[in-house]
């Protein structure tokens, strides 16, 4: 009797098990190059930019995020964007902190920790929420029937992409196409896109015609992505829809200066 009552309060104390944070729903070779690339979607974030959204990482799937950027890798997940710098890690222009979440995301996937699921499950999951499709990495390097079930169940999602030039036009849908020129506007919208525009830190945005500042960055009453939603493609308004823009911003602004 004794050892059935410690049994049953040792089972009692064990402590439940965790929910998992996020899951792997798609790994397969990079369309860029052919490398081992994996999709990761977390659920949570602490970005107060952002605000509550889930979260779509891609990543290498077998090296990590800073060592693809010193060897030149991560063109695998981002392709030849122009942020990337000289392909060592030196004149990135890109504001995300590689070191910091993405390599946290990276080493939870090595470890184990993302359960593999179908993006339709995650999607199930995401009802009603809202996503930010590339935390880190291009979501054009997935198959667009991967992140398009993903979106199926959400309130609304944002999404930038450097590959427009060369992918199906039906990714204007979804994505922003990511422009570093005026050149690059007047062909994102050639094809159909509205355009995310990086312009130099002390650019007057005011001065940009058919161009609204990105709200999350502007200094007075900024606005959540969560909130704000207009980084979403098209969704099926007309291209003619203004475009957003934003001053360069993070460690790498000083590198901006199209």
């Known amino acids: 009797m004794t050892s059935t009552l410690a049994r049953r309060a040792r089972i009692a104390r064990k402590p439940a098990a965790r929910k998992p944070t996020g899951y792997v729903v798609w790994r397969g070779p990079s369309p860029y190059d052919g490398a081992p690339i994996v999709a990761i979607v977390t659920l949570k974030t602490s970005n ?4 509550h959204m889930a979260q779509l990482w891609i990543l290498r799937a077998d090296i990590a995020p800073t060592a693809a950027i010193r060897a030149g890798e991560d063109s695998s997940i981002c392709g030849p964007c122009p942020l990337r710098g000289d392909g060592t890690g030196k004149a990135r222009a890109c504001y995300v902190v590689v070191a910091q979440a993405p390599t946290s995301i990276f080493k939870a996937f090595r470890a184990g920790r993302y359960p593999v699921a ?5 999607a199930n999951l995401l009802r009603g929420r809202k996503i930010r499709l590339g935390a880190y990495g291009d979501p054009a390097m997935l198959p667009i029937d991967v992140v398009k079930a993903l979106i199926a169940t959400v309130k609304g999602w944002t999404g930038y992409s450097h590959q427009w ?5 039906e990714w204007a849908h979804i994505v922003m196409a990511s422009a570093d020129t ?23 945005i005011a001065a940009i ?3 609204v500042e990105c709200m999350a960055t502007r200094t007075r009453n900024p606005l959540q992505c969560a909130d704000c939603l207009a980084c979403s493609g098209t969704r099926g308004r007309a291209a003619v829809a203004v475009d957003v823009v934003i001053a360069a911003h993070g460690i790498g602004a000083r590198y901006v200066n199209a």
Do not use: C, Q
Request: charged residues 20%; proline residues 12%.
């Open 48 to 51: 107060r930019k952002t605000g």
């Open 118 to 122: 179908t993006p339709e499950f995650v």
């Open 165 to 169: 030039p060369t992918i199906s036009p």
């Open 182 to 204: 005026v050149a690059d506007r007047r062909a994102a919208r050639a094809l159909g896109y509205r355009s995310f525009y990086v312009v130099p830190a002390n650019t007057d």
């Open 209 to 211: 015609p058919h161009a």
